[in-house]
């Protein structure tokens, strides 16, 4: 069964330091890697989707590495900022729309 | 942007009573799932719907739940009757072609709190 861990828990960082997020899951025979932010009280919203042929996704600030082989994904946000203050959450699907999460890495920036 | 709703927003239900939670997906998505959140716990997948149909079904969603596409815009989740541990966050999601590739839509969720 495909496990997915998130480490660290935490992370505070001052405002314009870059954060690093981590995520690693057991079965590497995976299709996608998608990264989510979720604020307090309310829903995910989906950040990035990236396959399991490619080995970055960007948007923005935001770049998102995968490296089945050693079973690991990044998220990197450059010059944080305070609205980037959030849980965030990776999952890879088991099958069809069911996705197995990791439990989140939750972000405080600094002012 | 599209996107999923869900209401209410939060609900409030003594244990045994039954509750319907609504979702109203992106229009042209075919596929829609259910997934909840126990508070400090991680999201969990509960049932996936298509074509009127579930289509697949995690141990949690056991005869005390059920999802139904009453029209063709709303999709629900009855729980038949409440317990204290059906307390989380539950998530409605829908993706369009239910591809693996395929980003899900997750709406704001509804706080269900049993008493």
């Known amino acids: 069964k495909q496990e997915v861990t998130q480490i660290p828990a935490a992370l505070s960082v001052p405002e314009g330091e870059n954060l690093v997020l981590n995520c690693s899951f057991t079965d590497s025979a995976i299709y996608n890697l998608q990264w989510f932010r979720q604020d307090p009280g309310k829903g995910l919203t989906s950040l990035l989707l990236i396959q399991s042929s490619q080995r970055e996704q960007t948007s923005g600030r935001l770049n998102a590495s995968l490296d089945k082989s050693s079973g690991r994904s990044t998220l990197y946000i450059a010059a944080s900022q305070p609205g980037d203050s959030a849980t965030y959450l990776c999952a890879v699907p088991d099958s069809w729309g069911k996705l197995q999460f990791g439990a989140g890495t939750q972000v405080v920036v600094t002012p | 942007e599209p996107e999923v709703t869900q209401t209410p927003s939060h609900q409030v239900t003594q244990m045994g009573q039954e509750v319907i939670l609504r979702c109203v997906p992106i229009s042209n998505h075919l596929y829609f799932y259910w997934y909840r959140q126990i508070l400090g716990q991680k999201v969990e997948f509960l049932v996936s719907f298509y074509n009127n149909e579930i289509s697949e079904k995690s141990e949690i969603f056991d005869d005390q739940f059920s999802v139904e596409r009453p029209d063709g815009s709303n999709f629900t989740l009855k729980i038949r009757s409440t317990k204290l541990e059906d307390s989380a966050m539950y998530f409605c999601?829908?993706?369009?072609?239910?591809?693996?590739?395929?980003?899900?839509?997750f709406g704001s969720g509804t706080q269900l709190s049993v008493l």
């Open positions: 999601a829908s993706s369009a072609t239910g591809g693996f590739n395929e980003k899900l839509f």
